[in-house]
Nanobody, 127 residues
């Protein structure tokens, strides 16, 4: 089992920045690709960003490309999502997810591929 805890959410004005963190505990000696998803009220959960367990491969949704950066620190069992130039439409609950994989440079951009999920952290961007 892997437990994921997100932090770093909050209220920010449009154009501002936030950095989300996702700390993993439990069977973290295994290899996990990580992802960030978000869900706005009344909308389905959507893919934001993903990273392979080596950190060598990343993927982003078109809506965040160039503004968000995903990164990982395996020594700290933590993955980050740096969010810059935030827009009101980025408002959502952000979830991190972990997928056990033996492929070193594979990332996953579908929610159903993931094995574990955090509880989410709220990000609100005011206009």
């Amino acid at each position: 089992q892997v437990q994921l805890v997100e932090s770093g959410g909050g209220l920010v004005q449009a154009g501002g920045s936030l950095r989300l963190s996702c700390a993993a505990s439990g069977r973290t000696f295994s290899k996990y690709a990580m992802g960030w998803f978000r869900q706005a009220p009344g909308k389905e959960r959507e893919f934001v960003a993903a990273i392979s367990w080596t950190g060598g491969s990343t993927s982003y949704a078109d809506s965040v490309k160039g503004r968000f950066t995903i990164s990982g620190d395996n020594a700290k069992n933590t993955v980050y999502l740096q969010m810059n130039s935030l827009k009101p439409e980025d408002t959502a609950v952000y979830y991190c997810a972990a997928k056990q994989t033996y492929y070193s440079n594979r990332y996953f951009d579908r929610a159903r591929d993931y094995d574990y999920w955090g509880q989410g952290t709220q990000v609100t961007v005011s206009s």
